[in-house]
């Protein structure tokens, strides 16, 4: 049961930690990254479809977005799904590609982005410490009922927070890093 405990929070902390990556990639640098459009559904013959599985993504340099649609004929959805999504950018259609240019970040805006990741990292802290909570639920249930002896109880919530201490380094470093790029420019 010791290394089932530690295992199964390790999955749980994991995910936790990995739905971080995917909240901070879409936080919006100065730089033009093709998962900053992820959010993106257009209005595909009549179903929301990511903008990814109707048209090839590039970025021809640091600040701008080339979008090629499959088909010509979804342009004008392309281009309302871009106005209508928070991202900033205003389309700019040739009649066969879209181009978007990455506005350049005011300080304020900075500060209001690094504002977001402390609240999306105090998320996943969050959602760590609560595997820990309910390993240690289990582990309090399991010495109750007199599964486990003290002696495990204590070794395995020592190991519980240790994966705790180690997932919440991890996301604080996560934090640094982002809101380094962040405030480079």
């Known amino acids: 049961m010791a290394s089932q405990m530690a295992t199964a929070s390790k999955d749980k902390m994991e995910k936790a ?28 013959y009549g179903t929301p479809t990511p903008l990814n599985q109707v048209s090839a993504l590039s970025t ?4 701008s977005f080339l979008i090629s649609p499959w088909e010509t ?5 392309i ?24 506005p350049e970040l005011t300080e304020e805006r900075r500060k209001d982005l690094v504002k977001n990741i402390k609240k999306i990292c ?12 309910d390993a240690n ?10 599964v486990i002896s003290e002696d495990d109880n204590k070794r395995q919530q020592e190991e519980v927070q240790k994966l705790t201490d180690d997932y919440i380094k991890k996301i604080d470093t996560m934090a640094a890093d982002k809101e380094k790029e962040l405030m480079t420019v």
């Open 17 to 44: 930690l990995q739905g971080l990556v995917g909240e901070l990639k879409k936080v919006r640098t100065g730089r033009a990254q093709v998962s900053m459009l992820d959010a993106i559904k257009v209005n595909y």
């Open 60 to 63: 021809p340099d640091a600040r």
């Open 79 to 102: 281009e309302s799904a871009i106005v209508k999504s928070d991202l900033g950018m205003s389309p700019m259609n040739d009649g066969k590609v879209i181009r978007l240019k990455v």
């Open 122 to 133: 105090e998320d996943a802290r969050v959602a760590v410490r609560m595997v820990r909570r």
């Open 73 to 77: 004929s979804i342009l004008k959805e």
């Open 137 to 146: 639920d289990e582990l309090k249930k399991a010495l109750k009922d007199k």
